[in-house]
Structures are given as structure tokens and as C-alpha cells.
């Protein structure tokens, strides 16, 4: 079994950063794919970005590439998506998840394990 639990959300002004960490816990051997989703009031959860096991091959999606930034520490059991040049419009609730295998990074219905989430405003 495994445990994820986010933190590092926040307020910040538009144009501003947040490093968002997750860290594992139980079974962490089994974990591959390492993502982060998001979900804003009143819309679906959607994929922001995804890191394989040795962190060789990443997956963002259109909205914030080139804004962020996933990494991962497989020694810490930790991964991070670090936000730069935040816009209002990223503003929701983001979730760390976990797969065990290789998958389609965007799938959410292919993660298995999931973190309550991070709180993240971006607001003037």
C-alpha cells in the first residue's frame, strides 16, 4: 500500500512561484509513474504533469509547459512540481497520484494511488 500527502499550496500573486512537494510512504517500491492533477471549483480534475520511474521522460500538459517543472528524489520517496509564472487560471485544488506501472500519463482512471490535495490561489 501506499500513501501520498502534498504540500507547499498557497496564495500567491499572479506571476509568482510555489514548489509543491509529495511525499510517499508504505510500499514505495512499487510506484512508476509519478503526476500531478488538479481540479478548479466547478470543473473536471485534469492532468498537469507526470515523471517515469528514473525521471528520464516527462508529460506536461499545453497549459503549463514551459511553466513548470516535475522532478522527483526516488531516495526521499518525493516528487515536486515546481509553478512558475502562475496565472489566475491555475488556481485549484492540486493532487499528487501514483501509478505502478507505465501509463498513458494523462489517464486519470490508470493512477492507483492518490493524495487528499494542496490548495493553490493565484489572486491579486
Known amino acids: 500500500q501506499v500513501q501520498l500527502a502534498e504540500s507547499g499550496g498557497g496564495l500567491v500573486r499572479p506571476g509568482g512561484s510555489l514548489r509543491l512537494s509529495c511525499a510517499a510512504s508504505?510500499?514505495?517500491?512499487?510506484?512508476?509513474?509519478m503526476a500531478w492533477f488538479r481540479q478548479a471549483p466547478g470543473k473536471e480534475r485534469e492532468f498537469v504533469a507526470a515523471i517515469s520511474w528514473s525521471g528520464s521522460s516527462t508529460n506536461y500538459a499545453d497549459s503549463v509547459k514551459g511553466r513548470f517543472t516535475i522532478s522527483r528524489d526516488n531516495a526521499k520517496n518525493t516528487h515536486y512540481l515546481e509553478m512558475n509564472n502562475l496565472r489566475p487560471e491555475d488556481t485549484a485544488v492540486y493532487y499528487c497520484?501514483?501509478?505502478?506501472?507505465?501509463?498513458?500519463?494523462?489517464?486519470?482512471?490508470?493512477?492507483?494511488?492518490w493524495g487528499q490535495g494542496t490548495q493553490v490561489t493565484v489572486s491579486s
Open positions: 508504505g510500499r514505495t517500491t512499487s510506484i512508476y509513474t
Open positions: 497520484v501514483a501509478a505502478r506501472s507505465m501509463i498513458i500519463p494523462g489517464v486519470r482512471e490508470k493512477y492507483d494511488y
